[in-house]
C-alpha cells in the first residue's frame, strides 16, 4: 500500500514540475510577496491595459483597466528586457496578475511629478500644444535614462507653463531614433552653421538651441500633471482665428484672450473671435549673459465685430528683451496683463498694459517709459 502511495506521490511531482516556468514561478513570487510584505500603489496612465496571468507571450489576459485606476504592486520582474509589475486590482474578486511597466506609473514617480506642478500652481498657462510623435514626459530638461516619467503618446495635448533654451547637442528628433542618424543630422547642421558664419549672418536661434518645454497635463490625458518634452516633437497650437498674422521671421510664443471669454489659453478656433496679447519672437540669437530672451516683441490684436475682422490695437516699435510669465487681469473688455521687460541698465523690470474699449475700439495705455525698453532694430 505504501508503494502505490509513494508512486501517486511522484506521479503529481513529477506533473507540477512539467507545468508551464512561468506559471510555477508566479505562484512563487505571489507566496514571497505575501511573506515579505512588499507594496507600493500604481496608477494607469494608459487609456486601457490588461492584468495578465503572466509575463509569458502565450499568458491570459485577467481584468482590463483603465486611465486613472489604482492598483497595488507586489513584485516586480525585469523580463527579456521589458519590465513588468505584479499587481492586485481593487476590483470585486481583487484580481492578481502582470501588467507592464508601460502602462502604469508607480506612486513615487507620480510624487515626483506632482512637486513639480507645485513649482507653476500660482501661474497662467502661457500657450498650449500638441505631440506630434510619441515621446518622452521627463521630470527635467535633458536626455537621460534617469528622469523619464513615462512615454506620452503621439497626438498628446498639453498647456506649456514655461520653456528653456537648451545648447544643441548631438540627440535624436525621436527618443528611439538611432545614434547614428542623430550625429549624421548634427553633422549636416554644424556645416550649415558654419557657412553661414562666413557669410556674417546673424546667428539663428534654432540652430544653436534646443527648446524644452515645461507642460501640464490633463487627468483625461495623463494622471502625472507635469514634466518635460523635447520640443523637437512639440507643435504649438497657436488658434487658427490669429494664426495667420504670425509672421515667418517672427513666431508667435504665447497668448492670451483680452476679452470675455473665459478660456486664457485655447487651441484650434474659439466659440467666438476675440482680443488677443501675444508675444512674439524672432529666430535671431540674442543672448545677455548667457540668458536668451522668451520674446522680442508684443502684439495685441482686437476683432472688430461690424468689420468682422482684426485690427492691431497696439504693438511695439521696436525690439524688446523680455521673460515669462505673461499675466492677464480683470473683467469683460477691461484688462491689464503685465510682463518683465529688460531696462538698458540690465535690470528686469515689471510692465503693466491696461487695455479697454473707447466706444466701439479697443485701446491700449502703455507704460509712459516703455521707449526706454525698445530698441530701435527695424520689424
Not at 502511495?5 to 514561478?25: D, G, H, N
Not at 497626438?155 to 528628433?173: A, R, Y
Not at 482684426?310 to 521673460?323: D, K, P
Request: net charge negative.
Amino acid at each position: 500500500m505504501r508503494s502505490v502511495r509513494s508512486i501517486l506521490i511522484a506521479l503529481a511531482l513529477s506533473v507540477a514540475v512539467s507545468q508551464s516556468a512561468c506559471t510555477w514561478l508566479d505562484g512563487i513570487l505571489s507566496t514571497a510577496t505575501g511573506i515579505v510584505g512588499l507594496s507600493d500603489t500604481a496608477t494607469v496612465i494608459s487609456k486601457t491595459a490588461q492584468i495578465r496571468t503572466s509575463y509569458a507571450v502565450v499568458a491570459a489576459d485577467l481584468l482590463e483597466v483603465k486611465r486613472g485606476e489604482k492598483l497595488d504592486v507586489l513584485d516586480k520582474v525585469d523580463f527579456e528586457k521589458v519590465l513588468w509589475y505584479r499587481v492586485r486590482a481593487r476590483d470585486e474578486a481583487e484580481t492578481e496578475g502582470w501588467i507592464e511597466a508601460q502602462h502604469v506609473i508607480t506612486s513615487e514617480t507620480l510624487d515626483k511629478s506632482q512637486k513639480l506642478a507645485e513649482e507653476f500652481k500660482d501661474l497662467p498657462p502661457q500657450a498650449s500644444g500638441v505631440l506630434r510623435a510619441k515621446s518622452n514626459l521627463r521630470l527635467s530638461s535633458e536626455i537621460t535614462d534617469e528622469n523619464v516619467l513615462f512615454k506620452l503618446a503621439s497626438g498628446s495635448n498639453f498647456e506649456i507653463m514655461d520653456w528653456k533654451f537648451v545648447p544643441k547637442e548631438e540627440l535624436p528628433d525621436v527618443d528611439d531614433a538611432s545614434k547614428g542618424e542623430a550625429a549624421k543630422s548634427a553633422r549636416t547642421k554644424n556645416a550649415e552653421i558654419e557657412a553661414a558664419k562666413v557669410q556674417g549672418e546673424p546667428e539663428k536661434l534654432d540652430e544653436k538651441y534646443d527648446i524644452w518645454y515645461l507642460v501640464k497635463l490633463d487627468p483625461s490625458v495623463s494622471p502625472a500633471p507635469a514634466g518635460w518634452l523635447f520640443g523637437r516633437q512639440v507643435e504649438l497650437q497657436v488658434p487658427s482665428e490669429i494664426v495667420f498674422f504670425q509672421q515667418n521671421n517672427r513666431k508667435f510664443v504665447t497668448w492670451q484672450r483680452l476679452d470675455a471669454e473665459s478660456a486664457s489659453v485655447s487651441s484650434g478656433r474659439s466659440a467666438t473671435p476675440g482680443n488677443w496679447v501675444i508675444l512674439t519672437r524672432s529666430n535671431v540669437v540674442k543672448a545677455i549673459d548667457g540668458v536668451e530672451p522668451d520674446f522680442d516683441g508684443i502684439l495685441v490684436l482686437a476683432f472688430d465685430k461690424y468689420d468682422q475682422g482684426y485690427y492691431t490695437a497696439w504693438r511695439t516699435t521696436g525690439e524688446v528683451w523680455g521673460l515669462l510669465p505673461l499675466r492677464v487681469e480683470g473683467q469683460g473688455d477691461n484688462k491689464t496683463f503685465t510682463l518683465q521687460l529688460r531696462h538698458p541698465e540690465g535690470r528686469m523690470d515689471e510692465k503693466r498694459f491696461v487695455v479697454f474699449r473707447d466706444k466701439i475700439r479697443l485701446k491700449v495705455t502703455q507704460p509712459e517709459d516703455i521707449a526706454q525698453y525698445q530698441s530701435m532694430r527695424s520689424r
